[in-house]
Each structure stands twice: as C-alpha cells, then as structure tokens.
C-alpha cells in the first residue's frame, strides 16, 4: 500500500492487488466462519434464503418453529419480525434483497457458500474501488486503493452476510460511470443497480436519490437518462405493491411498527459514537478517514459535483444512521452504517492523500492498517455485540488498558467520561491530519512528533478518565518473568497485585449489595492454569463464614471455591482453562474490608498443586 504511494510504484504492486486482496478477504471469510459464525442479523437472512429453496416462499413461522436454522447457528433462534402478515404470517422485517443476493451460493454450500459469496462481492468492492479512483485520475490511485481494501471497515466486512457490500459497491459503480454521459448497456446496469438499492434496505433510497441526481447532473441524452431513472421508478412501485401483498400496506418502514424508528433526538449520542465509540467508531479503528475531511476541500477544486454528491453521501447517511436508536448495528464489527459510503470517503481520501504521506497520515495510515489486520485475524474481536468495552483494546493494550482511553457511547455507564475523552481525541487526530498538510514531506522530526502526539494524547485521556479495568492491567504479566519496579528486580514468576481502585466498588464488600456477586477481577485475560489468591483486608465481625468465590467466564459455567480466613485476610486457589477471560466474584459469607488482591500462578498445568497465597516469601516458594 505504502509502496504504490511512491512517485515510481513497482508494477507488481498494481499486478498483486486482486490476488493479494482475494486471499486476505477470503482468509476473513474463513476465520469468520471458524471463529464466530453467523450472528446477529446474518441468520435472518440465511432463513429467508433457506425457506425460499425448501418451501418457495417468505413465511418464517414454521422455519424457526422447525429449528432449520441449527445447521449453521446452534444456539436458539428466534424470528426478526415486528408486524405479522395479511394472513397473520411472519415475514422478516429485513428486506428480502440480500436474502435474493446469497440465495445460489447458499443452495450450494450453505453457510460457507454465501460467506465466501459475500468475501468475492468484497473483493469485486476493492477493485471498483481503485477503479473509480483511477477514473478520477488521482495521483497514487492505486496505493489509496491498498491502504482502504486492507483497513476497516472493508477487511472486516469480508465474508460477512449484511447489506452494506452489495450497497457500497453500487455506490461505487455508479460514482465512476456517473461522472459523465454513458452507454446506453451502461446506464441500464446502473439504474437496475441503483433500483435494487431499496430492496436491500429501504435507508439506502437515499443513496439512490442522490446518486441518480449526481448522474443527471452530466445532462446525458434523453434515453440514456430514461436508463438511469427508469428502473428506479419501476422499483419503488413494485417495492410498494411488494409489501402491499404481505403486510396490506404500501409503505416499506411499517415493517418496522408504527413507532418511529428515527429521532432527533438520537443525534447527539449517534453521531459522535459513529465515529468515536471505541466498540464501534469508524475513527477509533480507522482513523486514517479523518484525512477525508480536508480532502473534501480538495476534491472541490477538482470536481465540484463530485465534491458535492460525496458530502451529501456522507452527511446523509450520517444523519440518518445517528438518528437510529441502533446506531452501532447490533452483533456486528465497527461503522457497519457508513460502510456503503466508504467509496466517498475514499475519494475525498485520495484528493488528500495525492502522490505521497506525510507524517500525520503516516500515523493515520499505519493505525488504521495494524487494526485491519488484528481484526482479520482474530475475528471475535472486532465481530461482536455490545458489552462496554472494545475487546481489541482489551486484548492488544500494554501497561494500561486503552478502554480506560477511549470514549463509549453505547452504555449509560460510560456517559461521564465520553465527552471529554472525545475531545481529547478530536484534537489529537486534527493534529496528525494538520501534520499530514500538503507540503511538508514525512521526516524523521515529522514522525517522532506525530508520535509524540499519540503518546501525549493517550496520557491526558488516562488522567481525565474515571472509568475502571477491573484488574486487566495489573495481570498482563501473571506468572511470567517481569521486571519489578521500583526495586528493578527481575521475578521469575510475577504476580499480580491490585486495589478497589481498579474496580468500581469498595473497599467495603457488602453481601446484600451484590447477591449475584461482586466482581473484583473482571474479564482477565489469564493464561491456563492454577491461581492462588490472597485478598488482604479485614473482616468486618459477624457470625457469617467467609465469601465464596466464584470464577469463570461470563458467558461460560462459573465455578465455586471457597475462601479461608488467613493472617491478613482471605486465600483461596482457581483454575483457568485455555482460552478463558475469568472473571471473579465474591458471594455471600460476611462482610469484608478489601485492601489488596493479589494473584500468582502456582502452575501451569492443572496439577491441583496449592500453597500459603499470603506468604511473606513470594512467588518463587511455590515452585519449590
């Protein structure tokens, strides 16, 4: 990507694209599939598909009734449906479009098949991509095209079954053959094109709008216009008869219930989570897009109706995606609603990028390509629901778990530090994009201060920050050799040591408080193996017994060990299986004072080996 950014590209990188980006989108699909299968909206439409080829139409009562679903989503299933039919029947309320789409690849192989369908229909994405980049004879083209295809949104997209790969390439496809008068084949293909854009999802009608008035604008002939316009007016009349048939109403959004799906009042919580969530902001993972907002300055000396249809796109589908009470989507990876304006951005993209990168964007580039290829690879952690923090940042952070950096607008938790900790951010990627600034070539001066950037900016959000890791930070090197300070010691085995600081509670347990019990470790990505753990503090005096811990994942079978009275205050011992995030909880007993938690890992294989977690001596005693 980096080298077709150069004055002189090598020809193979040109010659590498599609190969090169065929084989990581279809290595997404394959981790996709092996790693977290269809979720969230996927199977939905998966069911529609499946009750077209067994039973030749779009009732799902049955379907679901039936459990047709378990060949590729095991866990319970239950229908997508808001209003019945005419006959009292259940429709899916999403639109039968992509359902159509991934109908023959899934006859074929299923889930597989339409998984590996939706990656090609990625990679055919990243061609049209460079293509309409090309088309606008943008210096660097190519290497634009890289850098977009290899980052998120696209890369994470790749294999998976939502409308918005289908939309984005036929915005695509039309922003290249729109820009002046075509074919009459052309315009026919486009306007069939942008007529089933609707049928995806009735939102993307304004794609269609936009998009048709952004080809008319280059006054084509009278019957290549008919062809561009034609089909969509032939689409939004059997649209209506379509819904008319099921539900006995014309309008598509009834599927939703008469309750207004879109408010105003959603705007500012929906649009700065759009962009700056740390669960699922387009900036946040791909911050590179920022460059698109100068970049639209520059696109309007080189095409203003180009400029201007790209804007509308973007602002369009901004406001209405913000307005949306499920901005973020649902079980999905990040920015899923502004993928199918990723074409736009990508143009305003490379109107700044031009010939080369400055420091900036360097900085920009390479964030945005690193999470790219996190998210590739490890698919759970970018393809996911909701839950408060970005599991990337719990899983790649260092010293500090940068969920603590990062603004979050889906839980009400997060809502005293999102504002500031936006603005943090807001400045700091205005300075790498100012950095980035035509003129001023990357240097090594340019590069350090861009980083230098980063780093200040991470220490301001950690000191304005309230929010809590629940002990992530302090086990990130649990029973390997480390480095103690102060002291500079080097142990062997380290242990973990943290307060109630890290949590967001205490130092008081209370029982009644939390019957379900009080997470004092939570979600701790803890190697396999067996833990002592010692809480220090002091039990308040009463006739109950010691709490109960309880460990194990969230969504995984908790076990209970009990807890001793020890010389400063309680110990026990757990086991961690392979591939756990252990979260830990006290229960029950008596209340307790909690002045320290401290975890060592007393083996690594499940040997049932113990020892006195509160010893003076540390951790080497244990291995003795």
Not at 294 to 312: D, E, N, Q, T
Not at 321 to 350: D, K
């Amino acid at each position: 990507a980096l080298l077709m950014l150069a004055e002189a590209p090598p020809r193979w990188a040109s010659a590498a694209f599609l190969p090169v980006i065929a084989l990581v989108y279809g290595l997404a699909a394959a981790r996709v599939q092996a790693q977290v299968g269809p979720q969230g909206d996927e199977p939905h439409y998966l069911m529609v598909a499946d009750s077209l080829i067994r039973d030749h139409d779009l009732s799902l009562e049955r379907d679901y009734a039936e459990g047709r679903y378990r060949d590729f989503h095991p866990a319970p299933l239950a229908p997508h449906y808001r209003v019945r039919g005419k006959g009292g029947e259940i429709y899916s309320l999403h639109a039968v479009g992509l359902s159509l789409i991934v109908l023959p690849a899934y006859a074929v192989a299923s889930y597989a098949g339409a998984s590996f369908l939706m990656a090609l229909l990625g990679v055919w994405l990243a061609w049209e991509l460079r293509a309409l980049l090309r088309a606008w004879t943008f210096d660097g083209a190519d290497g634009v095209a890289w850098i977009v295809a290899l980052s998120p949104p696209l890369v994470h997209y790749a294999g998976l079954i939502f409308t918005e790969i289908p939309a984005a390439l036929v915005v695509a496809l039309a922003l290249r053959h729109g820009r002046a008068p075509t074919s009459l084949r052309t315009a026919l293909a486009m306007g069939a094109g942008l007529a089933f854009l609707p049928w995806l999802n009735v939102r993307y009608t304004i794609l269609t709008f936009a998009l048709l008035t952004f080809a008319l604008a280059a006054r084509p002939a009278a019957r290549v216009a008919l062809l561009w316009v034609g089909p969509s007016i032939v689409s939004a009349v059997a649209l209506a008869l379509f819904h008319f048939h099921l539900y006995g109403f014309f309008d598509p959004r009834r599927v939703y219930g008469r309750r207004p799906e879109l408010t105003v009042a959603g705007l500012p919580t929906g649009l700065p989570g759009l962009l700056f969530d740390q669960e699922f902001g387009l900036l946040v993972y791909a911050p590179l897009f920022a460059l698109a907002v100068p970049g639209f300055a520059l696109l309007w000396r080189h095409s203003r109706r180009l400029a201007v249809v790209a804007l509308v796109l973007v602002l369009s589908v901004l406001s209405v995606a913000g307005a949306w009470p499920m901005w973020r989507g649902g079980f999905n990876p990040p920015a899923r609603f502004l993928v199918p304006v990723i074409p736009a951005l990508a143009l305003a993209l490379a109107a700044r990028l031009r010939s080369s990168l400055r420091a900036g964007a360097a900085l920009l580039v390479a964030w945005s390509l690193w999470t790219g290829a996190i998210g590739t690879w490890d698919r759970a952690l970018v393809h996911r629901d909701r839950d408060g923090t970005a599991p990337l940042w719990r899983a790649a952070s260092g010293a500090e778990e940068w969920t603590r950096l990062l603004p979050g607008y889906v839980l009400d938790q997060s809502q005293p530090d999102r504002a500031r900790l936006t603005l943090v951010w807001s400045i700091a990627i205005a300075g790498a994009v100012a950095l980035g600034r035509s003129g001023r070539v990357a240097t090594p001066a340019g590069l350090a201060a861009a980083g230098l950037g980063l780093v200040v900016a991470a220490g301001v959000a950690s000191r304005l920050s309230t929010a809590h890791t629940e002990g992530r930070d302090a086990v990130r090197v649990v029973g390997g050799p480390a480095l103690a300070v102060p002291g500079w010691r080097l142990a062997a085995r380290a242990p973990a040591v943290w307060t109630t600081a890290a949590l967001g509670w205490g130092p008081a347990y209370e029982p009644h408080r939390a019957p379900e019990g009080a997470v004092i470790g939570g979600r701790l990505p803890l190697p396999p193996g067996v833990y002592a753990i010692a809480i220090a503090g002091e039990a308040v005096p009463s006739a109950l017994p010691p709490p109960v811990l309880l460990s194990g994942p969230d969504a995984g079978p908790v076990r209970t060990q009990p807890l001793v009275l020890a010389p400063n205050g309680l110990a026990g011992g757990f086991t961690v299986a392979t591939g756990e995030a252990t979260t830990l909880r006290l229960q029950s007993g008596g209340p307790f004072i909690i002045k320290e938690i401290r975890l060592e890992r007393t083996s690594t294989l499940f040997s049932g080996k113990r020892s006195n977690p509160m010893s003076e001596e540390g951790p080497d005693r244990h291995e003795r």
